[in-house]
């Protein structure tokens, strides 16, 4: 198998494609979102645009953009990709693809969702398709695979205790110290933030497994290799594209950069269709709680749409904060919604291997050197939060 995406006629899709997926069900599904939300329109750059009408139990396409309330404005080949879902709204944020002539990033924020639905049939989450999951469940190794993949299959991760040694785990950390060491804000292989007395950190290492032999190993680790045949796909470790594997590391007071990422997917900023189904395995180096920065899910959000989440938002969800110790590992989808706050305490934040695994046909279609989060280094080579790059 391989990806081939055709460029879609914008015209045909709106008159076409589009008005018959809304009338197979899509549009009921999007409407359910759209109660009291203002219309949004697509605009090409020659002038060609459509607007999307929320009609109670459907949604409209029409002709033109008089009637928009937001008007995103973009090319051909740019709305093409928004449309297979290879850029998301963030995606065409971060490289600077779209401009509003009327309204802002934030109603196509709200919409996106919706148009999911309408474009792919995709349903919105519901929070009680998991009400009967044991949200603070752990599992080991000495648990059956059917054990494993039935509650990620439910959940959207796992939290798998004890399955690297304190010894391994000594020896993964002083390779990560090593690799931060020779760091630089400019290498192109690391992600930095701004703590609030002015001193530059390090708070992301990328493409570890082409500087450091023992971390690619991981790639071959019988139990890393286990766990990722839970997806139910054949998978690849990510050695040299997709950011390879990466450290997170967490620290205290960082005011800006994006260290503490909020609520996101690892497809958000694009490349759905490439990507997923993906699994990300992270190896906990540090203790993980909220002193040290912990890792949230939202239990179920991998199968579906839904809305960013504000902070406070997690308390009426089946959110789940997990609390790790050293030589655990968590495993999610990329598809599932997730958080790594700040840290609460004064630091040390905690530090995670992550050890990404994806589908042989994605690496092909990748390339080496490339990914998605390339877009994220486009404006000035810093990483910024969304909130940096609309200000």
């Known amino acids: 198998m391989s990806f081939h995406f055709e460029p879609i006629d914008f015209d045909d899709f709106h008159r076409v494609d589009l008005p018959a997926r809304l009338a197979a069900g899509n549009g009921a599904l999007a409407a359910a979102d759209l109660d009291g939300v203002e219309p949004i329109a697509f605009r090409l750059t020659d002038g060609r645009a ?7 139990r459907g949604v409209e396409v029409r002709p033109g953009d008089a009637t928009a309330a937001t008007v995103v404005e973009l090319d051909e080949a740019v709305w093409s990709d928004f449309a297979y879902e290879l850029r998301t709204c963030f995606g065409l944020l971060y490289a600077d693809l779209l401009a509003f002539p009327r309204g802002g990033f934030e109603g196509l924020l709200r919409w996106e969702p919706a148009i999911r639905c309408m474009f792919d049939g995709r349903t919105l989450y519901d929070p009680g398709a998991v009400a009967d999951l044991d949200l603070g469940r752990s599992f080991t190794l000495d648990d059956t695979d059917e054990e494993l993949r039935r509650y990620l299959d439910r959940a959207g991760f796992l939290h798998v205790r004890g399955v690297f040694t304190a010894g391994e785990i000594d020896g993964l950390r002083s390779e990560v ?3 931060r060491a020779a760091a630089t804000p400019d290498d192109g292989r690391s992600w930095w933030a701004t703590q609030a007395d002015g001193s530059p950190v390090c708070c992301r290492l990328i493409y570890l497994p082409l500087m450091s032999a023992t971390i690619a190993a991981l790639g071959d680790d019988a139990r890393l290799r286990r766990i990722a045949a839970l997806a139910g796909t054949p998978l690849q470790p990510t050695i040299d594209c997709l950011d390879g594997f990466s450290v997170v590391m967490k620290h205290p007071e960082v005011v800006e950069g994006l260290s503490d990422l909020p609520w996101h997917r690892d497809c958000g900023l694009g490349g759905h269709p490439v990507l997923c189904p993906g699994l990300q ?4 180096l540090d203790a993980a709680s909220a002193a040290t920065g912990q890792l949230h899910m939202l239990a179920g959000s991998h199968a579906c749409s ?15 904060a997990i609390d790790t110790a050293p030589g655990d590992v968590t495993v999610h989808y990329g598809h599932v919604l997730h958080a790594a706050p700040p840290p609460t305490g004064g630091g040390p934040g905690r530090r995670a291997l992550y050890v990404s695994f994806v589908r ?18 486009e404006r000035d080579g ?10």
């Open 382 to 391: 810093a990483v910024h939060s969304v909130e940096e790059v609309l200000s």
């Open 50 to 56: 459509y607007t999307y009408v929320p009609l109670g």
């Open 306 to 320: 839904s809305h960013q989440l504000d902070p406070g938002d997690e308390a009426q969800l089946p959110a789940v």
């Open 281 to 284: 395995i992270g190896i906990q």
């Open 360 to 377: 042989p046909e994605t690496l092909a279609y990748i390339g080496p050197g490339h990914g998605y989060n390339d877009v994220l280094f």
């Open 177 to 179: 110290e090593r690799l």
